[in-house]
């Protein structure tokens, strides 16, 4: 006989995953070199510094900290990452131990982080261009800032899926039958 349902009880271990694969994003973002690039190659930036060749494989390099936008982006996205990482020894203590109720509340820092980093990554892209852009070509926002993006997007999903998991106490807890989609005879 087939069976088609949720097991709840393995179920809630996806998001520690999720919460990790998160983290990991997020250090890639945050230790990556390429944010933003030309087309050409010829300029380049990362969260800290921006660099424009001077001729053959050498880079002048200036700090982007030296901008009160660079200082508050780096601090909007290490602050949601250090929250991002609260939240996931959080998720093992209220998934080993039936504190239902602290899914919630990881749920709601995981919204904090979410918002903190989407104004991160708002206020970089808009301010890069007006200070930085040399508007002689095209700027292009490459893969380590789309992580920034992905780890965003995951730490939202998971903090939904937080604030909605506490309605299935009775099923992760093992205290309710398994409600199946579909069997077959």
């Not at 996931?88 to 709601?108: E, T």
């Amino acid at each position: 006989m087939f069976k088609c349902g949720i097991a709840y009880p393995r179920c809630k271990w996806i998001l520690p995953l999720l919460l990790l694969c998160a983290i990991i994003f997020d250090i890639i973002a945050l230790a990556g070199s390429g944010w933003v690039e030309t087309e050409s190659g010829r300029d380049y930036a990362s969260l800290w510094q921006s660099c424009t060749s001077v001729g053959g494989n050498e880079y002048s390099c200036t700090s982007i900290m030296d901008y009160a936008w660079g200082k508050a982006t780096a601090a909007l996205l290490i602050i949601g990452f250090i929250i991002l990482i609260i939240c996931f020894l959080l998720s093992f203590v209220a998934l080993c131990a039936p504190r239902i109720s602290l899914l919630r509340v990881i749920g709601g820092l995981l919204i904090l982080a979410v918002i903190l980093q989407v104004i991160a990554l708002v206020i970089y892209p808009s301010m890069y261009t007006n200070d930085l852009a040399t508007r002689t070509e095209n700027y292009l926002y490459s893969w380590t800032y789309g992580f920034g993006w992905g780890s965003t997007i995951i730490m939202f999903g998971s903090a939904i899926f937080f604030c909605c998991l506490p309605n299935y106490e009775d099923e992760m807890l093992g205290n309710a039958k398994t409600k199946y989609f579909y069997t077959s005879a």
